[in-house]
């Protein structure tokens, strides 16, 4: 090779090293100008975050172990705070949240610096602070609509869409028993539906802001505003065409000689639905004193809150206090209340607590006389739907556990699985796991309806002729597999080969059902069979 082409070669190195040396340059430039000064990492990705007279800023450091403060100016430097910090390598992200601001926009000036006093270029970022004026612009979510719900204890309130800065709202009311509830409400929810709401309570809500995505603070809106003390649920008066009188201490047939109805006097004469008839005690053969009584069946069950009482029309001698009982089976009697009456009113109403019911027996206490009498009772309620849900309409979702071996002693090779539970046949039962497990309580199986329901009871079976299996179980319901509400804790008689039935007296809608046993003499659990009813 000559020696001018080797001059050439040497320049071209030359040439390639020099741009090299500048590339390498641009990546430490930022840090190191004019010749031996030296910059900390600069803070990248910087992030605000509004909050309520504060804010919170984050960024990233790249291998910045040396980093040991940072510095935040706003103001032209008037504000300033320091902020210690030990980032990790090769890549960390840092937090800080700057209190008492004044509620504006702000320029905040971010740097770095090292533990050999270097300082990293300055940074800068927009942000805003609110406070009192953000408060004041806000007001609670609008309601559209408050009504009594298909059922006789429910409110449905309807929602007026609102703006992107609302997230939700807190609803706070008592329950039937007295004890304080909550239940949130979503963004972007319609419609709530409240169950078990006592009367004559009051309901109240907070609603709930952001001033920005990302917000730190939730500004709420003081629950200054209740809604009515009261909600009239009128629901629907029950008909009485198939009710009928199964007991009583007397009556008066002696009626029927001055009336053109031939059953005068008798108790069925209170649940006919006219006025001009009327029970009457006896007055003929004898005299018998108070207490008198007359109970009834309404042949379905219902969720019953009011009754309606007619005194004999236009006659102030009747009874002036009265007690109302109910009954789920004929037998077992649950006294509801002890009632006044102004026996010179033709007809007196009375809200009851929320009752589920069959069977209603009426007793007048005393009076002015020895005798009682009464034109007409009426109650105010919903009928619990008695519709037996198909076996073919139930998919077992879900369950805890469930033993196969059963099968080796029975016709069905399914027995002792979930699905032996909704097959129509008492000799098949769901059994948890024993062979190669044996999980202890809770036990549970999750199912899903063909169909949304509003669920008025369940009916459960023991394991045919044994008495080992769970005595107290849950059953929860949802609509969409994701909230689940719990509609209550049951006892059950393990003893018993008969049917048991629980009544949900607020009918929730259900589109998914889950039943837990919670507790039993023994580790596992078991069930012949479970009906659903609801429509």
């Known amino acids: 090779m000559s020696i001018k082409m080797k001059y050439i070669l040497n320049l071209i190195i030359v040439f390639f090293v020099l741009i090299s040396c500048s590339k390498m340059d641009d990546v430490y430039s930022e840090y190191v100008t004019e010749g031996e000064d030296i910059y900390a990492s600069v803070p990248y990705d910087i992030m605000d975050f509004s909050g309520n007279k504060r804010i919170k800023l984050s960024y990233i450091l790249r291998n910045a172990g040396n980093v040991n403060k940072c510095m935040v100016e706003w103001d032209n430097g008037n504000g300033k705070q320091v902020f210690d910090v030990s980032p990790k390598l090769p890549i960390d992200t840092i937090s800080m949240i700057i209190d008492n601001l004044e509620e504006r926009d702000y320029t905040f000036i971010l740097k770095m610096e090292d533990s050999f006093g270097n300082v990293s270029v300055k940074k800068e970022i927009v942000a805003t602070v609110f406070g009192e004026k953000f408060q004041a612009s806000l007001s609670p979510r609008i309601i559209g609509s408050m009504v009594g719900g298909n059922t006789v204890d429910s409110i449905v309130i309807d929602w007026i869409p609102s703006n992107e800065k609302h997230v939700g709202v807190l609803i706070n009311y008592e329950n039937t028993a007295g004890v304080p509830m909550q239940k949130e409400v979503g963004r972007f929810d319609s419609r709530t539906v409240i169950r078990d709401w006592k009367p004559l309570s009051t309901l109240t ?60 006097g008798k108790a069925e004469a209170a649940i006919d639905g006219i006025l001009e008839t009327f029970w009457h005690t006896q007055w003929d053969a004898a005299q018998p004193d108070y207490p008198h009584y007359f109970t009834f069946d309404l042949k379905k069950t219902a969720a019953i809150n009011k009754i309606a009482c007619y005194r004999r029309q236009g006659d102030d001698r009747g009874q002036i206090r009265f007690k109302i009982s ?195 003499p023994e580790f596992f659990a078991f069930m012949a069979e479970m009906n659903i009813y609801g429509e």
Request: charged residues 25%; glycine residues 6%.
């Open 205 to 264: 809500y907070t609603s709930y802001y952001i001033p920005k995505p990302r917000a730190i603070d939730t500004f709420e809106v003081a629950a200054e505003l209740e809604l009515p003390d009261r909600i009239d649920f009128t629901g629907e008066m029950l008909d009485n065409s198939e009710w009928e009188i199964v007991d009583f201490s007397s009556e008066e047939n002696a009626e029927a000689q001055w009336s053109d109805y031939d059953y005068q």
């Open 326 to 520: 109910s009954s789920l089976n004929g037998v077992d009697f649950t006294e509801i209340g002890t009632y006044n009456y102004d026996n010179t009113i033709d007809n007196q109403n009375y809200d009851i607590p929320i009752t589920t019911a069959r069977y209603i027996k009426y007793e007048a206490l005393e009076g002015g006389e020895f005798f009682a009498f009464l034109a007409e009772i009426e109650l105010q309620g919903n009928y619990l739907s008695s519709n037996l849900v198909p076996t073919s309409d139930i998919s077992i979702l879900d369950l805890s556990s469930e033993e196969n071996a059963e099968a080796q002693w029975s016709d069905y090779d399914y027995q002792g699985k979930v699905e032996a539970a909704f097959d129509g046949l008492l000799e098949t039962f769901w059994h948890t796991q024993w062979d190669a497990d044996q999980p202890n309580y809770p036990h549970y199986f999750t199912l899903e309806l063909a169909n949304e329901i509003q669920l008025s009871a369940i009916e459960s079976f023991r394991r045919q002729g044994d008495d080992r299996g769970q005595t107290k179980f849950r059953i929860e319901t949802s609509t969409d597999n994701v909230t689940w509400e719990s509609q209550g804790e049951f006892d059950l008689n393990a003893s018993s080969d008969e049917g048991q039935l629980y009544y949900f007296t607020f009918q929730p809608s259900a589109k998914y059902i889950r039943y837990t046993a919670l507790e039993g």
